[in-house]
């Protein structure tokens, strides 16, 4: 069983930036590819990165390629987003996402083994 709790979301103006943190509880984080998603009011949920469990391949959503940064740090068991350049249209809760296989983390989604709680970023224009 993994628990992930989700931090740093907040308000910031158009071309500011954000960092969000999730930390996973357990000892097999290291194991798991992990992901960030978002929600915006009236949408469905949309993938936004992944990394891999070693942090040597990512992907990213193309609304945020060369924006959002996606990175890991296994010792302490926490994934980042480092959102710079935001828009208004970033502005939804971001929520962290936990999976055996990065596939489903990027392809399938349904799949996705854990999910957080979500945090809340909006983009004032």
């Known amino acids: 069983q993994v628990q992930l709790v989700e931090s740093g979301g907040g308000l910031v103006q158009t071309g500011g930036s954000l960092r969000l943190s999730c930390a996973a509880s357990?000892?097999?984080?290291?194991?798991?590819?992990m992901g960030w998603f978002r929600q915006a009011p009236g949408k469905e949920r949309e993938f936004v990165a992944a990394?891999?469990?070693?942090?040597?391949?990512?992907y990213y959503a193309d609304s945020v390629k060369g924006r959002f940064t996606i990175s890991r740090d296994n010792a302490k068991n926490t994934v980042f987003l480092q959102m710079n350049s935001l828009k208004p249209e970033d502005t939804a809760v971001y929520y962290c996402?936990?999976?055996?296989?990065?596939?489903?983390?990027?392809?399938?989604?349904?799949?996705?083994?854990?999910w957080g709680q979500g945090t809340q970023v909006t983009v004032s224009s």
């Open positions: 990394i891999s469990w070693n942090g040597g391949s990512t």
């Open positions: 996402a936990a999976d055996g296989a990065i596939h489903d983390i990027v392809v399938v989604p349904t799949n996705v083994d854990y």
């Open positions: 357990g000892r097999t984080f290291s194991s798991y590819a």
